[in-house]
């Protein structure tokens, strides 16, 4: 079993970055593919990235693409999600999950959920 606490939301203005963290607890962390994903007011929650156990194979969405870079580090049971040339519309409560599938943007295949933490673009 995983539990994960995001850290490291807040407030930013437009053009500007952010960097989420997601701490996880267990000792199998490195066997999960884990993902970012995100909930705006009203909205279903989206994907946004996500990165194999490895460290490999990271993709994200066509929304966030040259902007996210999502990382993590097995060492440290963590994993990242830098946020360059924020916008408004990337407001949101972001999450990160773990899944046990080597490749997956459904929310469905993720298995654990952190609490989220909110990320909020100023124009």
């Known amino acids: 079993q995983v539990q994960l606490v995001e850290s490291g939301g807040g407030l930013v203005q437009a053009g500007g970055s952010l960097r989420v963290s997601c701490s996880a607890s267990?000792?199998?962390?490195?066997?999960?593919?884990m993902g970012w994903f995100r909930q705006a007011p009203g909205n279903e929650r989206e994907f946004v990235a996500a990165?194999?156990?490895?460290?490999?194979?990271?993709y994200d969405a066509d929304s966030v693409k040259g902007r996210f870079t999502i990382s993590r580090d097995n060492a440290k049971n963590t994993v990242y999600l830098q946020m360059n040339s924020l916008k408004p519309e990337d407001t949101a409560v972001y999450y990160c999950?773990?899944?046990?599938?080597?490749?997956?943007?459904?929310?469905?295949?993720?298995?654990?959920w952190g609490q989220g933490t909110q990320v909020t673009v100023s124009s």
């Open positions: 999950a773990a899944s046990v599938y080597s490749y997956s943007r459904r929310r469905d295949e993720y298995d654990y």
């Open positions: 267990g000792r199998t962390f490195s066997r999960y593919t």
């Open positions: 990165i194999s156990w490895s460290g490999g194979s990271p």
